[in-house]
């Protein structure tokens, strides 16, 4: 029998390197009339935290869950309540905010891991939905109209400085980007991450090895939730200025959040990373040209090109963008290596 080999370092920090000189090159680009970009790559560093947990969730556990857009606002409203409503400082705010989202995933995941397939996924909707609406009609969250002086993450000052604020916005969103791929790679590479691959193959196969199932998908299950949370933490104290309003968090949000992880790949942390850029990228460009062609509601027609393109990649590559673009380039490179030399 023939077992696992631990992955060589060289291999496995090749991407996270990569991603590094990414972070610290690509916002450089952001200036003058591009500057405007580099809010949008604090939006995709913080979706990509969610998406990177669901990610785990759904491509190795093979639990679908359509609420993660509830443990964003959980994490979020939950930091910024206690900041705003009970005068916490910063820092217990945010272990406020991160705590609720654990103990969030952990009451739900009890009752809800239990259920399979689409049952899952419903209830999954359920709970979304129901912390949706709680917070639209909850004195203590503002209700719809938000709550008003919710204070900014400062980092020596740099984040709330007029000129270099953004982008230092950007640097420090995507240094928890970077920390979250790290922790989830080395994740996927262990022994447990093998469990999990196992536990998505076959839940009885993986049981008679072994395997605890249901601690094992309640374990990543609040994982998850708390990377969602983290997530709605810096979106309160460091994207939104001052004021934090429920739009964010609807019902919509939760199903682009699937669709990220699907676009993207199943079973590839990179892949999640990748859909949420490309999915909030495309977000901004289909607005863009909305704009130019004096349309200002384009949300019917983004959810028909999200829907077409998630029809694209399911027919054309069922295990999403990353895998399939590293097949491609394989199948390239093959093709040019057997090519007979002129």
């Not at 090749?14 to 970009?37: E, F, H, K, V």
């Not at 969610?50 to 639990?63: A, D, E, K, R």
């Not at 203590?140 to 000129?163: C, D, I, K, M, Q």
């Not at 079973?267 to 490309?278: D, F, P, Q, R």
Request: contains cysteine.
């Amino acid at each position: 029998m023939k077992f696992p080999q631990p992955i060589a370092a060289a291999r496995l920090y090749r991407g996270p390197l990569i991603l590094l000189a990414c972070i610290i090159l690509l916002p450089l680009c952001a200036r003058g009339s591009y500057s405007y970009l580099l809010s949008l790559a604090q939006l995709c560093g913080i979706y990509a935290i969610i998406v990177i947990g669901l990610t785990l969730l759904m491509g190795f556990t093979g639990q679908v869950s359509l609420g993660h857009a509830g443990f964003y606002a959980v994490g979020a409203y939950a930091a910024a309540v206690a900041a705003t409503k009970f005068n916490a400082p910063l820092w217990l705010a945010i272990i406020i905010g991160l705590l609720a989202g654990a103990l969030l995933a952990l009451i739900a995941g009890f009752s809800i891991l239990r259920l399979k397939g689409h049952y899952l996924a419903l209830a999954t909707l359920c709970l979304g939905i129901i912390i949706t609406a709680l917070i639209n009609k909850m004195e203590l969250t503002g209700g719809a109209a938000g709550l008003e002086n919710v204070p900014a993450w400062s980092v020596f000052g740099l984040l709330s400085h007029p000129e270099h604020g953004p982008l230092a916005k950007v640097y420090f969103i995507w240094f928890f980007v970077l920390l979250v791929v790290l922790w989830a790679v080395h994740l996927t590479e262990s022994p447990v991450g093998r469990a999990l691959k196992a536990i998505h193959g076959d839940e009885d196969a993986a049981l008679s090895l072994g395997v605890n199932v249901f601690a094992m998908k309640l374990k990543v299950f609040i994982l998850s939730g708390v990377l969602a949370a983290l997530a709605g933490v810096l979106y309160a104290f460091v994207y939104v200025d001052s004021v934090l309003t429920p739009e964010e968090f609807n019902l919509m949000f939760s199903v682009q959040l699937v669709i990220m992880v699907v676009i993207g790949g199943l079973g590839s942390v990179w892949g999640g990373l990748a859909g949420a850029v490309v999915l909030t990228g495309l977000h901004e460009v289909i607005n863009l040209v909305g704009e130019r062609f004096g349309s200002t509601d384009m949300a019917k027609y983004e959810q028909l090109i999200f829907g077409l393109i998630l029809v694209c990649i399911i027919i054309f590559s069922r295990d999403g963008l990353i895998p399939g673009l590293k097949r491609g380039v394989t199948r390239v490179v093959g093709a040019r290596r057997r090519a007979p030399i002129a």
